[in-house]
C-alpha cells in the first residue's frame, strides 16, 4: 500500500499506527486526531501528543499528571480488591483450579459410562469406551490450555510427551 503523506486516508493512518481505521474515525469524531485532508505529520503529531505523557521543559513528567495516574491506579486496585472480597471477581488459579476441578470429574464419570450402558456386550463397551475416549481427547485439558496460550507449569513438567515424540 502507498501512503499519500499529504492527505493520507483513515486506512492509511491506521495501518501507519497500528491501530484500525474504525478507530481513527472515533478519534477523529472526538476532536483528539486531524480531519480528512491533513498531512500524515499532523495525525502522527496528534498521534504522539494523545498517547505520550506530556513532559516539562527538562524532560520530567507532569507532576499533576503523575499525582492523577498514581490515583486513578490505586483506585483500581482498590475496585478490583472490593470485587474480589464481595466474589464478584475471582481471581485465576482459583477460575483455573474450578475449571480443572469440574473436567476431572466430568472425564471420570464419562468413564463409568461404557461398564454401565454396555453390561456384558464387550464388544459395544469397547465401542463406547473408543468414542468417549477420542471425545475426551477432543476436550482434553491440554487442549484448552494451548487454547488460552499456555499451560499449567506442574503438567508440563510431569509429562515428557512432547519430549519423547
Given at each position: 500500500?502507498?501512503?499519500?503523506?499529504?492527505?493520507?486516508?483513515?486506512?492509511?493512518?491506521?495501518?501507519?499506527?497500528?491501530?484500525?481505521?474504525?478507530?481513527?474515525?472515533?478519534?477523529?469524531?472526538?476532536?483528539?486526531?486531524?480531519?480528512?485532508?491533513?498531512?500524515?505529520?499532523?495525525?502522527?503529531?496528534?498521534?504522539?501528543?494523545?498517547?505520550?505523557?506530556?513532559?516539562?521543559?527538562?524532560?520530567?513528567?507532569?507532576?499533576?499528571?503523575?499525582?492523577?495516574?498514581?490515583?486513578?491506579?490505586?483506585?483500581?486496585?482498590?475496585?478490583?480488591?472490593?470485587?474480589?472480597?464481595?466474589k464478584e471477581l475471582a481471581?485465576?488459579?482459583?477460575?483455573?483450579?474450578?475449571?480443572?476441578?469440574?473436567?476431572?470429574?466430568?472425564?471420570?464419570?464419562?468413564?463409568?459410562?461404557?461398564?454401565?450402558?454396555?453390561?456384558?456386550?464387550?464388544?459395544?463397551?469397547?465401542?463406547?469406551?473408543?468414542?468417549?475416549?477420542?471425545?475426551?481427547?477432543?476436550?482434553?485439558?491440554?487442549?484448552?490450555?494451548?487454547?488460552?496460550?499456555?499451560?499449567?507449569?506442574?503438567?508440563?513438567?510431569?509429562?515428557?510427551?512432547?519430549?519423547?515424540?
Amino acid at each position: 500500500m502507498e501512503i499519500d503523506l499529504d492527505s493520507p486516508s483513515r486506512p492509511q493512518i491506521a495501518a501507519v499506527l497500528g491501530c484500525s481505521s474504525r478507530w481513527i474515525g472515533e478519534l477523529r469524531a472526538k476532536g483528539e486526531m486531524p480531519a480528512d485532508g491533513a498531512p500524515m505529520s499532523e495525525n502522527i503529531e496528534a498521534w504522539v501528543a494523545r498517547h505520550l505523557p506530556s513532559a516539562g521543559a527538562d524532560g520530567e513528567l507532569d507532576k499533576e499528571q503523575q499525582q492523577a495516574r498514581l490515583a486513578k491506579e490505586q483506585a483500581d486496585a482498590k475496585a478490583m480488591d472490593n470485587a474480589e472480597r464481595r466474589k464478584e471477581l475471582a481471581s485465576l488459579p482459583d477460575m483455573t483450579a474450578a475449571v480443572v476441578g469440574l473436567i476431572t470429574l466430568a472425564v471420570s464419570r464419562l468413564q463409568q459410562v461404557p461398564a454401565l450402558v454396555a453390561k456384558g456386550d464387550h464388544k459395544l463397551r469397547t465401542r463406547i469406551e473408543t468414542a468417549i475416549n477420542d471425545a475426551l481427547e477432543e476436550l482434553s485439558v491440554t487442549r484448552v490450555e494451548e487454547a488460552a496460550g499456555g499451560g499449567l507449569e506442574d503438567e508440563e513438567d510431569s509429562s515428557g510427551e512432547d519430549e519423547g515424540a
